[in-house]
């Protein structure tokens, strides 16, 4: 079945670590997209990539980082700059057409401890 | 730029009662536009989509959308709420050559 998955589901971080979190496609699907989900604040745009080995800065990038090394997998990871990284991580993917949806994966829960 | 404002952070319903999630957009363009829903601690599914077609857009689980133009909005409707309804609901607009912008969201609960 296509899809888009991320791993893990659940990820707990130290003070002062860097983590990656992973997203991988099979829908054959061009651009690709990081999402952080807070309570209250809905979601909002970290990073996206149109093609591979392109990326550009969302709309709160700072303390991310993210490469497209190959077109099925778009990883994020939070650095230590990310002063409060504790949130709901989405990953989606789309054609890169206007009017078609955004796949979503399930997520990934980042906790600092 | 693109936005979408969703009026109304919460939304409580009874059982069979009608559903009205509202959504307004702002768009220099043609806009196309999605309501998502999402259960806890899951991704986002689709439940429909607005691409010019039509302004009556039906989605899964019963749910509908109406385009209007001179309104800038695209509220989403359910005739009879479900139980299985309650979760959060997202509306978004595509904006060109970046990502699918959302509004802030609307927390629905359906009580028996």
């Known amino acids: 079945d296509g899809g888009i998955t991320q791993s893990p589901k659940y990820l707990f971080r130290k003070e002062g670590q860097n983590v990656t979190l992973s997203c991988e496609q099979n829908l054959n699907h061009d651009a690709m997209y990081w999402y952080r989900q807070d309570p209250g604040q809905g979601l909002r745009l970290i990073y996206y990539?149109?093609?591979?080995?392109?990326?550009q800065k969302g709309d709160i990038a700072e303390g991310y980082s993210v490469s497209r090394e190959k077109k099925e997998s778009f990883p994020l990871t939070v650095t230590s700059a990310q002063k409060n990284p504790t949130a709901f991580y989405l990953c989606?993917?789309?054609?890169?057409?206007?009017?078609?949806?955004?796949?979503f994966g399930q997520g990934t829960r980042l906790t600092v401890v | 730029a693109q936005s979408v404002t969703q009026l109304g952070s919460h939304v409580s319903v009874s059982e069979g009662a009608l559903v009205l999630l509202r959504c307004n957009y702002s768009s220099s363009v043609p806009p196309y536009l999605f309501w998502y829903v999402q259960y806890p601690n899951q991704g986002l599914q689709l439940l429909l989509k607005y691409t010019s077609a039509a302004t009556l857009v039906k989605g899964i689980n019963g749910f509908e959308a109406e385009f209007k133009k001179s309104e800038t909005s695209f509220h989403l409707t359910k005739p009879s709420a479900h139980m299985s309804d309650a979760a959060e609901y997202f509306c978004?607009?595509?904006?060109?050559?970046?990502?699918?912008?959302f509004g802030k969201g609307t927390t629905l609960s359906v009580s028996s």
């Open positions: 990539s149109q093609i591979v080995n392109d990326f």
């Open positions: 978004a607009v595509n904006q060109a050559g970046t990502a699918l912008i």
């Open positions: 989606a993917s789309k054609d890169r057409e206007r009017n078609t949806e955004a796949f």
